[in-house]
């Protein structure tokens, strides 16, 4: 289990490492899914992801950020997901 502070921290570090601007980090209670984006840079994340272990964690947080580049799981999206987080779901 980490703070919502520490997981708002981890965003920001894979946001610079994966290049990529973010706006607003919200953590709130998510019925359906891990987490959400909005193009503008907005991120929602499940406040149960605090609880997830740091690798799933990472996954989810990557896997975000780099839709604000990339909207669909193209080629692109795939090949960067795999390259920082070591697999590509
Ligand atoms: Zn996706």
Same mark, same amino acid.
């Given at each position: ?17 994966? @290049?990529?601007?973010? $706006?607003? %980090? ?6 359906? &899914? ?20 740091? @690798?799933?964690?990472? $996954?989810? %947080? ?6 604000? &580049? ?20």
């Amino acid at each position: 289990m980490i703070t919502a502070e520490s997981f708002k921290q981890s965003v920001l570090q894979w946001a610079e490492t994966c @290049n990529v601007e973010v $706006r607003e %980090i919200h953590i709130r209670k998510m019925k359906t &899914k891990w987490a959400s984006c909005s193009s503008r840079g907005r991120l929602t994340f499940d406040r149960a992801l605090l609880r997830q272990p740091k @690798n799933q964690r990472t $996954r989810i %947080i990557v896997h975000e950020l780099l839709h604000l &580049k990339y909207p669909n799981h193209g080629k692109m999206f795939k090949a960067l997901l795999k390259a920082y987080t070591g697999s590509a779901e």
